[in-house]
Nanobody, 123 residues
Framework: QVQLIESGGRLVQAGGSLRLSCAASGRAFSRMGWFRQAPGKEREFVATIGKSGTTTYYADSVKGRFTVSRDNAKNTVYLQMNSLKPEDTAVYYC??????????????????WGQGTQVTVSS
């Protein structure tokens, strides 16, 4: 059974840092990504990483502040978030796909999703 389990979300002050983790089980994945959804808004792309971990892509809104990485031995992907802003407040979701190596920002091109972890940034 394939599972993605996120952790690490919590309340943090603006300017602070958090590291989210997403532990995958059941199979190995090719591309993995992070998305977020704020109340009343659509789910939006945050970051994605290829299988080897050397290829990454970020949304403009987080570029230079967030870093995505992965540990394939642990089948885990991470999102290091620095210089957090109140507008980063959202539920953060991990997503994964095993067939294609091409990075994508489109949520419908990921087959598996975690349950989400809440990140709240206070001003």
């Amino acid at each position: 059974q394939v599972q993605l389990i996120e952790s690490g979300g919590r309340l943090v002050q603006a300017g602070g840092s958090l590291r989210l983790s997403c532990a995958a089980s059941g199979r190995a994945f090719s591309r993995m990504g992070w998305f977020r959804q704020a109340p009343g808004k659509e789910r939006e792309f945050v970051a994605t990483i290829g299988k080897s971990g050397t290829t990454t892509y970020y949304a403009d809104s987080v570029k230079g502040r967030f870093t995505v990485s992965r540990d394939n031995a642990k089948n885990t992907v991470y999102l290091q978030m620095n210089s957090l802003k109140p507008e980063d407040t959202a539920v953060y979701y991990c997503a994964a796909e095993y067939r294609s190596k091409v990075l994508t920002t489109q949520p419908n091109e990921y087959d598996y999703w975690g349950q989400g972890t809440q990140v709240t940034v206070s001003s």
